[in-house]
């Protein structure tokens, strides 16, 4: 795929956001999921990248990507750090950092293929057969 520098910067302008969500979540580590997405662009520059338009949209290539990158680093923490939630008052602070830490420990403990289609279809609202798409890609980027 030959993109122009232009072309390059609004693609990750439009996607990156949304691609270290997902990376972060399936990792649990905000460096994780930079190299991840790093990685994942990257791919697309390599003369030997495997995306394909005619198979699948940019979007879903790339969810497909880094959803391949982080399998690839199989790294499950136990406690994934959180930035702490900004209530109107002390209590309520506590009560969603604590909410927020329960429900991204539980979802880290999903086996790995729900806790992907749970982050692309709750999180990212990705359409399910978008989401068909990536769980069932092998792309490397």
Known sequence: MDLLKGEFLE????????????????????PDAEDIVQECFLGLLRPTSSYDPARASLRTYLFGAVRNQSLKRSRRPDAPSQSPTHGPSPENE????EVAETVTH???????????????????????????????????P
């Open 11 to 30: 693609l990750f302008d439009e996607h990156h956001a949304a691609l270290f969500r997902f990376a972060y979540r399936l990792t649990g580590s905000v």
């Open 94 to 97: 506590v009560l969603r950092t």
């Open 106 to 140: 539980a979802v880290m403990q999903l086996p790995d293929a729900q806790r992907e289609v749970l982050i692309l279809a709750h999180y990212e609202q990705m359409p399910l057969g978008e989401i068909a798409q990536v769980m069932i890609s092998n792309w490397a």
